[in-house]
Every structure is written in structure tokens, then in C-alpha cells.
């Protein structure tokens, strides 16, 4: 069956630490690969996404993620978090002209 | 402007009477979405148009209808609603195409009594 995995329901970290939310897909074929946040009360908005090239990919606000094709994922990483980035993350995958799928989310706190 | 309005942000209803939720974007976005997301799980995508043709999930296929009047506008209606519809409703638009960004809305969370 097709699906998108996120582990970790939910993750914290202190201010200044690094990240890394995990991601990982099952789907035949090429994916497009895609990582949202969620801040509270907003809607979810785009912080990268990947579809072929360089299989780490730079996003908005430090994140990045990498695609591992052997490994069927796509973590998400930002090197020092900082309190507004406490959020919901969620993954994505699509291919061909189908509309997305989503993962459950990780809800990550970063304390100060 | 890349805003995605919901309205109503909240809705009430009643086991058995119907639902319509609205969804609206200034983009010309030729692609439109719904979702549901309920606690805890993935947002599960219900149906999306592109243009005027409607793509409706198999497993959901007789439990949401939706029209698009036009290419700003796009409904979700539920005929008669169940506990099991309690959820928010989140609306997304985007250009055609798998690599396309969505843009959503605040969406709307849907309780049934």
C-alpha cells in the first residue's frame, strides 16, 4: 500500500540543538517529495520540496532535507533550531499528476 | 496575494442535517483541494478539481460531494453528517502538476452532535 510514514509524533529539543524529523514513503515510481510546517491557527505552508538534482535540497528558514533513495526517505534538518520553530511538520509525496499525500505530523516543541 | 480563505472557521451541526463548508482563492489556481484531519492522523485528501473535473477518492466516494461554480470557489458538502465527520476540513489550491506547491487555508473544524 501507499504510504507516508513520520515515526515520531511528536519531538523536543532545546534552543540552539540541531534537528532531525524523519520521513519515509512507499510508493512505486519517481516521487515529488515535500515538507510543510503548521504554525498555530495558520494554515500549513511550504518549506521545501524535492523532485530530482542535488538529493539535499535547502528550504526556507535553515531547513533542509535529503533525499535517500535506498532508503525510501526524505528527513527534514535544520542545524540550530530556535523557538519559533516550534510547529507541526508534516511530509508529503506525490507522483504522476496525483495530489499529494500526507504523513500524521510531528509536533515539534523546542524549549528555551 | 496567496491567501486561501475558509469559511466558516467553526461549524456545529446536527446528526443527520447537512454540511457545506466554502473555500475561496485569489491565486487562479486551476486545482483545488479537501481534506480532512483528524486528530493524531494524517490529513486524508477527499477529492480535489482540477479545472471543473472532480477527482473523488474511492473510499470516501458517496460520504462528500463538492462543486466549483467557479475557479475561485469550491464547496464540500456532506449530505447527512455523522459523529464520524467531526474533523477539521482543510482546503488547498495549487497550479496543475505533482510538483506544484499548495497553498491552505485556516480550515474549518467541523463538530457533530
Known amino acids: 500500500a501507499q504510504s507516508v510514514t513520520q515515526p515520531d509524533a511528536r519531538v523536543t529539543v532545546s534552543e540552539g540543538a540541531s534537528l532531525q524529523l524523519r520521513c519515509k514513503y512507499s510508493?512505486?515510481?519517481?516521487?515529488?517529495l515535500f515538507w510543510y510546517v503548521q504554525y498555530p491557527r495558520q494554515g500549513l505552508q511550504l518549506l521545501l520540496k524535492?523532485?530530482?538534482?542535488?538529493?539535499v535540497v535547502q528550504g526556507v528558514n535553515g531547513f533542509e532535507a535529503e533525499f535517500i533513495k535506498s532508503n525510501s526517505s526524505f528527513h527534514l534538518r535544520k542545524a540550530s533550531v530556535h523557538w519559533s520553530d516550534s510547529a507541526v511538520y508534516f511530509c508529503a509525496v506525490s507522483y504522476n499528476n496525483n495530489a499529494p499525500r500526507f504523513g500524521a505530523g510531528t509536533k515539534l516543541s523546542v524549549k528555551p | 496575494d496567496t491567501t486561501v480563505k475558509q469559511n466558516p472557521r467553526y461549524k456545529l451541526a446536527r446528526v443527520g442535517k447537512p454540511v457545506n463548508l466554502i473555500c475561496s482563492q485569489t491565486?487562479?489556481?486551476?486545482?483545488m483541494y479537501w481534506y480532512q484531519k483528524k486528530p493524531n492522523q494524517a490529513p486524508k485528501l477527499l477529492l480535489f478539481y482540477y479545472d471543473k473535473i472532480l477527482n473523488r477518492e474511492a473510499d470516501t466516494f458517496e460520504k462528500f460531494q463538492s462543486s466549483r461554480p467557479n475557479n475561485s470557489f469550491c464547496s464540500l458538502y456532506i449530505g447527512s453528517a455523522g459523529l464520524e465527520y467531526s474533523a477539521m476540513y482543510l482546503c488547498?489550491?495549487?497550479?496543475?502538476?505533482?510538483?506544484?506547491?499548495?497553498?491552505f487555508g485556516p480550515g474549518t473544524r467541523l463538530t457533530v452532535l
Open positions: 524535492y523532485y530530482s538534482g542535488d538529493p
Open positions: 510508493y512505486s515510481g519517481t516521487p515529488y
Open positions: 491565486m487562479n489556481h486551476d486545482t
Open positions: 488547498a489550491s495549487s497550479s496543475w502538476g505533482a510538483y506544484a506547491e499548495q497553498f
